[in-house]
């Protein structure tokens, strides 16, 4: 259990410092927050992810699982 427990540590802060680079490496589609819900900003939902997108959702998921898997093995 407790091999689980740093297993999910070091899940967590790698996928942490890979998801920001991949993050701040992103090409910017415009608009930000301000047009996400008008204007030319709501074309980018209709877009097709390419697969720097899917890396993302991957580490995020990888982020957030290993967090989960840090909180079930925490022992007090």
């Not at 890979?18 to 910017?28: A, I, K, R």
């Not at 047009?35 to 097709?48: D, I, P, Q, S």
Request: charged fraction near 10%.
């Amino acid at each position: 259990m407790i091999a689980l427990h740093y297993l999910g540590w070091v899940l967590f802060f790698l996928s942490s410092i890979l998801m920001t680079v991949v993050v701040l490496l992103q090409e910017s589609k415009g608009g930000g927050l301000a047009e996400a819900f008008g204007g030319t900003g709501a074309e980018t939902f209709g877009v097709k992810s390419g697969g720097i997108n899917r890396f993302t959702f991957l580490l995020a998921a990888i982020f957030c699982g290993s967090a989960i898997l840090i909180s079930a093995t925490w022992t007090v």
